[in-house]
């Protein structure tokens, strides 16, 4: 699975995996917990908002455009109507390996609200890099990366 190291933040954020492929949550589980991160899953976009709800801690959430019940973007649009407090300690990547473009007004509102996109299949160590990055733009309070 490559090099995994430890995320430099002293709190680090709670991981929200977000996919409704079962392997593809059970693989970026293992590897997150392996990077020493506590992880919740979600199978589409109401779960991933019953979390956010609920947990209280800084979390990354890696959600997936395409999914069944409430897909990614969707699922976007709920987030911003979500309480200020949940947003602000809720950093998200949007995983997709769908290449069509996005009409250019939901690109934009997209781009508005994530950190990053995460291109689908993903290389492990960047994406633990990349959310270590996420995790201490949430202890920050500024981005270090917007939309890529």
Do not use: N
């Amino acid at each position: 699975m490559g090099a995994q190291s430890q995320p430099e933040q002293t709190v680090w954020p709670v991981i929200v995996i977000v996919d409704d492929d079962p392997g593809i949550r059970e693989s970026l589980s293992l590897l997150f917990e392996d990077a020493h991160y506590q992880v919740r899953e979600a199978r589409d976009g109401v779960e991933a908002l019953e979390i956010l709800h609920r947990e209280t801690s800084p979390c990354v959430m890696l959600l997936d455009r395409m999914m069944a019940c409430l897909d990614g973007v969707r699922t976007l649009h709920r987030f911003v109507d979500l309480p200020a407090d949940i947003q602000r300690r809720t950093s998200i990547l949007f995983m997709t390996a769908r290449s069509d473009p996005l009409d250019p007004t939901e690109k934009q509102f997209i781009q508005r609200v994530i950190y990053a996109t995460v291109p689908k299949p993903f290389d492990l160590d960047p994406l633990l890099a990349l959310v270590a990055q996420a995790g201490r733009h949430l202890m920050r309070g500024s981005p270090d990366v917007q939309g890529s």
